[in-house]
């Protein structure tokens, strides 16, 4: 009965990790989002996440300064 009255907390697929990161990483994480995130997700794939995020994004950036560098002369 009492397994009946509990929240089943749903683990979140990769698309889900994927999305709560990209909208944590710009700003646009609504606090409702966050906290089932903290609820039913794995920390650890929230943080590799976000490394992998800012290691994409650093890398883009440099791809992107190094580009723009060689076409300008």
Do not use: C
Request: aromatic letters at 6%; zero cysteines.
């Amino acid at each position: 009965m009492q397994e009946n009255n509990k929240k089943q907390t749903v683990k979140p697929r990769f698309g889900q990790i994927v999305l709560s990161t990209l909208a944590a990483a710009i700003g646009v994480q609504s606090n409702k989002n966050r906290k089932k995130d903290f609820r039913s997700g794995n920390m650890t794939h929230y943080v590799v996440a976000g490394i992998i995020f800012t290691a994409l994004f650093v890398l883009s950036l440099a791809l992107i300064v190094e580009t723009v560098l060689n076409n300008m002369g």
